[in-house]
């Protein structure tokens, strides 16, 4: 069974930093694809960054410059370092990871909260 637990969230002052992981287990396939979004109150969920098994990223415009996603495919992780974070920013973030091919799988992670206080 596959599970995918993030941590790092909290709160932070504007202009701060914070650095998200998702750690993802029970994992038995090759993922293609691992991705950052959020959700902030009344809105949708909208993509953040995402990252590809060979290295390639996209960010949404509104996080780049200041946002980087990094993974490691050998413990099946992926990592959002936030820069320059701001009020906008607040959400609940969560973990995506994606199987492709005939057989598609797609898994989300429980959120973490992120607050920015201006």
């Known amino acids: 069974q596959v599970q995918l637990v993030e941590s790092g969230g909290g709160l932070v002052q504007d202009g701060g930093s914070l650095r998200l992981s998702c750690e993802a287990s029970g994992i038995t396939f090759s993922i293609n694809y691992m991705g950052w979004y959020r959700q902030a109150p009344g809105k949708q969920r909208e993509l953040v960054a995402s990252?590809?098994?060979?290295?390639?990223?996209t960010y949404a415009d509104s996080v780049k410059g200041r946002f980087t996603i990094s993974r490691d495919n050998g413990k099946n992780s992926v990592h959002l370092e936030m820069n320059s974070l701001k009020p906008e920013d607040t959400a609940v973030y969560y973990c995506n990871v994606q199987r492709w091919g005939p057989t598609r799988s797609e898994f989300w992670g429980q959120g973490t909260q992120v607050t920015v206080s201006s």
């Open positions: 990252i590809w098994r060979g290295g390639g990223t």
